[in-house]
């Protein structure tokens, strides 16, 4: 099945510079890459996502890079604020797979 | 509000015994997925239904159960608890049963077993 990583765990960065973090996965079929953020007392919710036939998607100040043939896509987030400190996860599916296994989350904490 | 509504948001029970988490999707969606999230595993996938009829299964241990009644709703039983069972239990929903389908998470049940 698939497997989803994500390093480091942990995440410290000053408000106002960028933090990229990075996922591989280990099923060449997955086609979807969506990324959730979770903030604290709430469920995971959907910020951005790229399909395989995508080689990079952008939504304000956040990015999504995916690079097939080295099995990892990448969340950029661009001119970081508080706000942007939570729980991030990626995940990975295949279309005709139900299944969206996710990584185990980074902490992402921004420094005022 | 996402729209997904958990019921309870909190629990506390002791070992060997039985629980029920309750999700009503939200309005429009027809699939109710299962999630368990701890510590160090991170959002493990447990179960999916579809229209009342199970279509993915995960991690789920046997002494869990799950179903999702005409209305749409669905309920997750736990039982024999372990003090390893304690977690938050997440449902999320979608319209459909891709997998590329954006899922809608509650805002989970903290399940405590002492």
């Known amino acids: 099945g698939e497997n989803v990583e994500q390093h480091p765990s942990t995440l410290s960065v000053q408000e106002g510079d960028s933090a990229v973090i990075k996922c591989t996965y280990s099923?060449?079929?997955?086609?979807?890459f969506p990324w959730y953020k979770q903030e604290l007392g709430k469920g995971p919710q959907l910020i951005i996502d790229i399909r395989s036939n995508v080689g990079e998607k952008k939504d304000q100040r956040i990015a999504v890079t995916l690079n097939k043939t080295a099995k990892h896509f990448s969340l950029h987030i661009t001119e970081t604020q508080p706000e942007d400190s939570a729980v991030y996860f990626c995940a990975a599916s295949f279309r005709a797979n139900s299944k969206l296994t996710f990584g185990k989350g980074i902490t992402l904490s921004v420094r005022p | 509000d996402s729209g997904v509504t958990q019921t309870p948001k909190h629990l506390i029970t002791a070992t060997g015994q039985r629980v029920t988490l309750r999700c009503s999707p939200r309005?429009?969606?027809?699939?109710v997925y299962w999630y368990q999230q701890s510590l160090d595993q991170g959002l493990q996938f447990l179960i999916q239904?579809?229209?009342?009829?199970?279509?993915a299964k995960g991690n789920i241990l046997e002494r869990f159960s799950a179903q999702q009644f005409p209305d749409l709703h669905s309920e997750l039983n736990l039982s024999s608890l372990e003090l390893g069972d304690s977690a938050l239990y997440f449902c999320?929903?979608?319209?459909?049963?891709?997998?590329?389908?954006?899922?809608?998470f509650g805002a989970g049940s903290r399940l405590t077993v002492l």
């Open positions: 099923d060449s079929a997955s086609n979807y």
């Open positions: 239904y579809y229209n009342g009829e199970e279509r």
């Open positions: 309005s429009g969606d027809l699939s």
């Open positions: 999320a929903s979608s319209v459909g049963t891709a997998g590329a389908n954006v899922l809608t």
